[in-house]
C-alpha cells in the first residue's frame, strides 16, 4: 500500500508539494524490526483510516488553537500538513526510527510555509502537537483487545513517538525563524523604499501603487505622516513599528538619516503621538496634516519635517497649529535679510521679544501683556516703542507685528 495519501474532493484540493512524504513506500517493503510487526500492522490499520482521522484532526486544531480559528491556513492546507505528517510518524513507528532528514526537510519547508503564513510560531508548535496527540489516541483504541503484547509494545514506541515529537518542533521551529527573519528584512526594504518613492519618486508608477498595496495601504484614501527626531536607529524603527500594529489602522515606519518617518492611514493621531513618546521619551515629534493618496502622502510628509523644524525637543506640534512658523522656517534662507533688523534686537534685548509676543498672545492689548508679564503697562508701552525704534517695525499694526513674530521665531 502506497503511503503518499493525497486529500480528498473533501479537503479542497490538492497536496502541495512542499507537504508531501518523499517517495511511495509499500508497507511490505518497510524494515521492520523482528518482532515489531504487531506495531507495524497497527500503524498500518491508521493510514487506511486517514480519511477519517484527517478531518477530526484538523476540526481538532481549530478548535484547539487559536491561531487557526483565524482562518490564516486554509482547510485543505491544514488536512494536507496534517495527513503527511502523520503518515510520515506511522512509517517512522512501522520501523521503529526517528525521522529521517528528508522527513525533517518536509517539515522544515512546512515551518517556512507557516511563517510566510503569519502563523504564530506558538500555534505551529500547538497545531502540531494537537495533532500527535490525536494519532496517539488512534492507536490506542485500535489496538485489538485480544493481543495484550501488542499495547505492551506500543507503550515502549512511546519513546519512539516522543522522539518524532521533539525532532519535529525543532525542525519547523528552526525555519520558521530563519523565513520570518527574511520576511522580516524584506518588509523593513519595502517600507523604506515606500518612503523613499514619497520623498522623492514618481508617484504614479506601478512601483509606488504595488509597495503601498503590499504594505496595506489603500492608495486613494488619506495618508497622515509624523516624524521623529531623536529616535535614528533602524532598531527603533523596527520596534516602533511592531508596536503601532498593535494599534487601529496601517503602518509604514522607516529611518530616514536623523529621522524616523511614520506612515500611518486609519490610524488615531492622540494614539500614535503616545506610542512613539512611550517608546521615545525625549524625542520631537510632528505631524503632518491628513492629505488623500500618494501625493497626499507626500505633503502630510513634508508638513511634518517642516513643523519639526521648529519643534523644541521633548515636544510635539501639528502642521495645523504651527504652519506659519513651520512655512516660514522653510523660507529662513530668503527671509535672512528681511527679518534681520527683528533677529538683531530679539537677540539683544530678549526681554523687548518677550514683551512683543505677550503682546501678540494677550489679544494685542497692552494691559492684558502687562498682567502676563507682571508690569505697569507703561513700562509695556515703552518697550514696544523701543522695539519698533531698532527695527523700525510698529509691533501695533498687523505688518509690523507680522514681521516681529516671524523674527522673534527665527532666533536661536
Known amino acids: 500500500m502506497a503511503t503518499t495519501e493525497q486529500p480528498t474532493a473533501a479537503s479542497g484540493g490538492s497536496t502541495p508539494l512542499d507537504l508531501r512524504h518523499p517517495g511511495h513506500v509499500r508497507w511490505d517493503e518497510l524494515a ?23 478531518p477530526h484532526v484538523a476540526s481538532r486544531v481549530e478548535a484547539e488553537v487559536h491561531g487557526y ?3 490564516v491556513v486554509p482547510r485543505a492546507d491544514l488536512e494536507a500538513s496534517a495527513r503527511s505528517n502523520m503518515v510520515a510518524m506511522l512509517i517512522g513507528l512501522a520501523e521503529r526510527r526517528d525521522p529521517t532528514e528528508e ?11 507557516r511563517a510566510e503564513q503569519r502563523l504564530p510560531i506558538d500555534a505551529v508548535v500547538a497545531g502540531f502537537h494537537v495533532g500527535f496527540r490525536e494519532l496517539w489516541h488512534a492507536l490506542i483504541e485500535h489496538v485489538p483487545a485480544d493481543e495484550p ?24 521551529a528552526s525555519t520558521y525563524a530563519v523565513t520570518v527573519r527574511a520576511l522580516d528584512a524584506r518588509v523593513v526594504g519595502a517600507r523604506q523604499r515606500f518612503v523613499e518613492l514619497l520623498i522623492s519618486g514618481d508617484l504614479d508608477s506601478a512601483e509606488a501603487a504595488t509597495l503601498g498595496a503590499t504594505l496595506g495601504f489603500d492608495p486613494v484614501d488619506d495618508f497622515r505622516a509624523t516624524v521623529i527626531r531623536g529616535a535614528t536607529d533602524e532598531l527603533h524603527a523596527i520596534e516602533l513599528q511592531r508596536e503601532l ?3 487601529t489602522g496601517r503602518y509604514a515606519v522607516a529611518a530616514r538619516g536623523l529621522l524616523v518617518v511614520v506612515i500611518s492611514q486609519g490610524a488615531a493621531a492622540d494614539e500614535v503621538v503616545t506610542t512613539c513618546r512611550r517608546l521615545e521619551p525625549d524625542a520631537a515629534l510632528a505631524t503632518g496634516r491628513d492629505r488623500r493618496g500618494l501625493r497626499g502622502a507626500r505633503a502630510s510628509l513634508a508638513d511634518a519635517e517642516q513643523t519639526l523644524r521648529v519643534t523644541a525637543e521633548r515636544d510635539h506640534a501639528t502642521f495645523d ?14 527671509l535672512a535679510d528681511l527679518l534681520a533688523p527683528g533677529v538683531e534686537a530679539a537677540s539683544d534685548h530678549p526681554h523687548l ?3 512683543v509676543q505677550a503682546f501678540a498672545d494677550g489679544g494685542f492689548s497692552v494691559t492684558e501683556a502687562a498682567r502676563r508679564l507682571q508690569l505697569h503697562a507703561n513700562s509695556v508701552s515703552y518697550r514696544l516703542e523701543r522695539w519698533q525704534e531698532l527695527t523700525g517695525w510698529d509691533p501695533r499694526r498687523f505688518d509690523g507685528l507680522v514681521r516681529s513674530l516671524a523674527a522673534i521665531e527665527a532666533t536661536d
Do not use: C, F, K, Y
Open 103 to 113: 522527513e525533517l526537510g518536509i517539515l522544515r519547508r512546512l515551518g517556512a510555509r
Open 353 to 355: 521679544a518677550a514683551t
Open 32 to 54: 521492520v524490526p523482528p518482532g515489531w510487526e504487531p506495531i507495524a500492522a497497527l500503524a498500518r490499520e491508521i493510514v487506511e483510516r486517514m480519511d477519517t482521522l484527517v
Open 321 to 334: 497649529d504651527a504652519w506659519l512658523w513651520a512655512t516660514l522656517a522653510e523660507a529662513n534662507e530668503r
Open 245 to 247: 500594529e498593535l494599534l
Open 149 to 172: 503484547e501488542t499495547a505492551s509494545q506500543l507503550l515502549t514506541a512511546a519513546t519512539t513517538v516522543w522522539r518524532w515529537v521533539l525532532d519535529v518542533t525543532d525542525a519547523i
Open 69 to 71: 480559528t483565524q482562518g
